[in-house]
C-alpha cells in the first residue's frame, strides 16, 4: 500500500505516462497482519489513517487518490469553461460517491472504479 497518494507524488513522463513516487512510508500488507503507519499527508489521508487504526488497506489508497482528483478537478474546473463539462460531472460523481467516503467498506475497489468510469 503507498499510504501518501498526493499530487506531488505523481509525476508524468514526457510520453504521458503516470508514475507514483515516494514510497518512504508504503507498506506491504500480509494476510492477518497490520499495517504500520509511518506517516502521512494529512489533506489526502483516509479518515483510518488519521484515526491511526490498525486495519488499514488499499482503501486507504483509494481515498487519498480520491483527494488527488477532487483537487485536480476543482483547479480544472477553474480553468475549463464547458469543454469537459461532462467528463468533469461524471468524474466528480465518481470521486465523491465511490472514492471519498469516510467507511473504508463503502468506498469502491481498483475495478469497480475502472468499470465504473471506462
Known sequence: ??????????????SGNYFYTDFGISSI????EQAQIKGLTNLYASPEQKADE???????????LGKTFQIVL??????????YSD??????????????????????????LSKEFF
Open 1 to 14: 500500500m503507498h499510504l501518501n497518494i498526493n499530487p506531488q507524488n505523481i509525476l508524468v513522463t514526457e
Open 29 to 32: 500488507k500480509k494476510e492477518n
Open 54 to 64: 490498525s486495519n488499514i488497506d488499499f482503501q486507504s489508497n483509494i481515498y487519498s
Open 74 to 83: 476543482d483547479r480544472f474546473k477553474a480553468i475549463q469553461k464547458s469543454n
Open 87 to 112: 467528463f468533469i460531472a461524471k468524474l466528480n460523481d465518481l470521486v465523491k460517491f465511490k472514492m471519498l467516503q469516510n467507511e473504508s467498506n463503502n468506498r469502491s475497489n481498483c475495478i469497480e
